[in-house]
């Protein structure tokens, strides 16, 4: 393919490169395993165009060119490129020379491209385009939300400031004009996702499965595990999580001297009169975490500086922002772009941590030439991720000078883990109630939202605001743009506790199994990967107790 020729955002150069591929021969192994990195190297011209799109759209939800230019991609590249896309899968996985392929290599692979042949369906083209468009609508109003609080306007995550105020009149006001500006459009979000739940039931439908869950859950790759397996999990946190994150509840009433525990009053830090503010710009913010990853290993520090200098990073919050953060690896150039809204608190400090255990994941995987393994599934992404918020914790004095500081934001930090388990399980729950339960109404679903929260929400008292706990799930924009991804994260979440704990008993021994593993990418089933990690790829409530015990242990040291 001469690139100086192929135009990737003009259908008849895609057209004309995916046709020539699909129409090349293969007449032994050899050529087979040439063509494979032919279009790996295809797909990855038209998925970083895509990527780049992307990435400029919510940068800026309120430039329409942006809009337009995403939209325009997804329509007349995206969806036109898979029948063919289908067709080329279809060869291969067909070719009388498939099973002479290294199988140790190619296993993954076949199996996912024999998962996607026998998923696809035409009529679902359009739909899942369809899916795509109505889903931004989701970011346009979020994005757009503005906050009036003392006179001054502030996007939600600018707001998560006064949430930490030692004043609980000025928490309870913060809270509660969120929750409002939220409330303002609940009816627009409910009317989003009421017509997305319509598309995903048609795509379920087309492909003849009972339901979008069991439907989505193949889409996802989960082969390795069921989504019954995912309904033992939510039990488990239901009868371990639970306990321990209230016990966590209850150290923090006593610690603020309150008679009962409102939403309002759990981010405030009470272990301190120390106000925690890690850095005042998101300079700032780059630099110490570029000194924290090279302690660690002097390239991973490398490597930020890579993303800052080649401008990789977009990290501070505006109004006209997409919501939340991520890490988007580019497949051609082989550097990550790492987005967020960063408002000068501890969370933003975790969150870049996050998302630079996924860009140390896409540099670990630079010279993987087959760009399908480029792109794990979140259970290793997220072990990737949550595994360095973890095992640079006892580098944070970059950030925080003081002891107290120290151990206050270390604090912070395990608490948010205990905490996460009933709130990921509850969105999740959620999800599998609602794509079982089509016929649904407006109305029942916020109930069963609120039944959920019963359950896993612990002993926070909600009396009194129940018209705003039953659209909470709508601050979830996974939720409405990629259903069912999240329960990864809690998977992904003992794994990493399972990397630190190895990493306090043996520091350099757990980084070399972590690094190794990520280099794997996802060349290798999950279980695989994680046994390279040096830690088990399970989710059992055993377990589960085992770490939270462990984490909580943790905790208790610094109280």
């Known amino acids: 393919m001469d690139e100086q020729k192929f135009n990737p955002e003009i259908w008849k150069d895609v057209k004309r490169e995916i046709t020539l591929l699909y129409e090349k021969e293969i007449n032994s192994v050899e050529e087979l395993e040439s063509l494979l990195l032919d279009y790996s190297k295809f797909i990855e011209i038209i998925t970083e165009k895509v990527a780049w799109a992307y990435i400029d759209m919510t940068r800026d939800t309120t430039n329409k060119e942006y809009g337009e230019k995403y939209e325009r991609l997804m329509t007349e590249i995206i969806e036109k490129l898979k029948p063919f896309s289908f067709g080329f899968m279809k060869k291969i996985v067909g070719s009388p020379y498939l099973s002479e392929l290294d199988e140790h290599r190619y296993e993954n692979l076949i199996r996912m491209f024999k998962n996607q042949v026998k998923l696809f369906r035409e009529t679902n083209i359009t739909l899942e385009t369809a899916e795509e468009k109505k889903s931004q609508e989701y970011y346009k109003i979020v994005g757009g939300l503005r906050i009036n609080f003392k006179g001054k306007d502030y996007t939600p995550q600018q707001m998560g400031i006064f949430l930490k105020s030692k004043d609980r009149e000025e928490r309870r006001e913060a809270w509660t004009s969120m929750t409002e500006a939220r409330y303002k459009v609940k009816d627009r979000l409910n009317d989003i996702y009421t017509d997305l739940l319509k598309n995903r039931n048609r795509q379920s439908k087309n492909a003849d499965?009972?339901?979008?869950?069991?439907?989505?859950?193949?889409?996802?790759?989960?082969?390795?595990?069921?989504?019954?397996?995912?309904?033992?999990?939510?039990?488990a946190i239901k009868n371990k999580a639970v306990s321990v994150y209230n016990e966590l509840l209850k150290i923090r009433k006593e610690h603020l001297k309150i008679d009962k525990l409102r939403p309002w009053d759990l981010s405030v830090n009470f272990l301190s009169d120390k106000k925690l503010k890690p850095f005042n710009t998101g300079k700032e913010l780059i630099n110490g975490?570029?000194?924290?990853?090279?302690?660690l290993k002097p390239e991973l520090g490398e490597n930020i500086g890579i993303m800052d200098k080649g401008g990789y990073f977009d990290i501070e919050s505006r109004i006209g922002k997409a919501p939340g953060g991520y890490n988007y690896p580019l497949p051609k150039t082989r550097i990550p772009f790492i987005f967020m809204n960063a408002v000068g608190l501890p969370n933003d400090l975790i969150t870049l941590l996050h998302e630079s255990g996924h860009a140390t994941h896409s540099f670990l995987t630079k010279d993987e030439k087959l760009t399908f393994y480029t792109e794990p599934p979140a259970e290793v992404a997220e072990l990737a991720s949550m595994s360095m918020e973890l095992i640079t914790l006892d580098y944070l004095d970059v950030f925080y000078k003081s002891e107290e500081e120290r151990k206050l934001a270390k604090f912070n930090q395990l608490e948010g883990i205990i905490n996460f388990f009933p709130w990921m399980s509850s969105v999740d729950l959620f999800q599998h109630w609602v794509y079982t339960h089509p016929e649904h109404?407006?109305?029942?679903?916020?109930?069963?939202?609120?039944?959920?929260?019963k359950d896993y929400g612990g002993i926070v008292e909600t009396s009194g605001l129940e018209d705003h706990i039953e659209i909470s799930w709508q601050k979830q924009l996974h939720i409405f743009e990629v259903p069912f991804y999240y329960i990864e994260y809690g998977i992904a979440q003992l794994g990493a506790l399972q990397v630190w704990k190895n990493y306090k008993e043996n520091p350099k021994e757990a980084l070399e199994d972590y690094l190794s593993a990520l280099k794997m990418g996802y060349s290798r089933p999950i279980p695989d990967i994680y046994e390279r990690a040096g830690i088990k790829f399970d989710f059992s409530e055993n377990l589960l107790n085992?770490?939270?015990?462990?984490?909580?242990?943790?905790?208790e040291k610094l109280l």
């Not at 009972?210 to 595990?225: A, C, I, M, P, V």
């Open 441 to 453: 109404t407006v109305s029942e679903r916020e109930e069963k939202w609120l039944q959920i929260r």
């Open 289 to 295: 975490v570029q000194k924290i990853l090279s302690k």
């Open 546 to 555: 085992e770490l939270l015990t462990f984490t909580f242990n943790e905790i």
């Open 209 to 235: 499965f009972n339901n979008y869950r069991d439907y989505k859950h193949q889409r996802l790759g989960r082969f390795d595990y069921t989504f019954d397996d995912c309904l033992e999990f939510h039990k």
